[in-house]
C-alpha cells in the first residue's frame, strides 16, 4: 500500500505561481512513477506530468513550459511547480503513483485561479 497526502493548493490570480506537494509513504519501494492529474469543475480527470523513476517527465501541452514536476527522492515527495496560471488550470489536483499492475491515488487539493 502506498499513502499519498498532497498540499499547496489554494487560490491564486492570474499569471501566479503555485508549488504543489505530494508525500508518499508505505511500500514506496514499488512505486514506477507518479505523476499530477487534474478535473477542471465539470470535466474529465486528465493528465499533467509525470515523472519516472529515473527523473523522465512528461508534460500535457497545455502547461509546457509553465509547470515543472520534481521529486525529492530522500523525502519520497514530488513537487508540481505551477507558473503564469491560468483561469483554465482551475481544478482539483490529483497526484498518482504507479506501482506494477495498480495505482493509487492522493485526496486532491483544490487550485483556483481568479482575480
Known amino acids: 500500500q502506498v499513502r499519498l497526502v498532497e498540499s499547496g493548493g489554494g487560490l491564486v490570480q492570474p499569471g501566479g505561481s503555485l508549488r504543489l506537494s505530494c508525500a508518499a509513504s508505505g511500500t514506496i519501494f514499488s512505486i514506477i512513477t507518479m505523476g499530477w492529474y487534474r478535473q477542471p469543475p465539470g470535466k474529465q480527470r486528465e493528465l499533467v506530468a509525470t515523472?519516472?523513476?529515473?527523473?523522465?517527465?512528461n508534460y500535457a501541452d497545455s502547461v509546457k513550459g509553465r509547470f515543472a514536476i520534481s521529486r525529492d527522492n530522500a523525502k519520497n515527495t514530488v513537487y508540481l511547480q505551477m507558473n503564469s496560471l491560468k483561469p483554465e488550470d482551475t481544478a482539483v489536483y490529483y497526484c498518482?503513483?504507479?506501482?506494477?499492475?495498480?495505482?493509487?491515488w492522493g485526496q486532491g487539493t483544490q487550485v483556483t485561479v481568479s482575480s
Open positions: 498518482k503513483a504507479n506501482s506494477v499492475g495498480i495505482g493509487y
Open positions: 515523472i519516472a523513476s529515473g527523473g523522465v517527465t
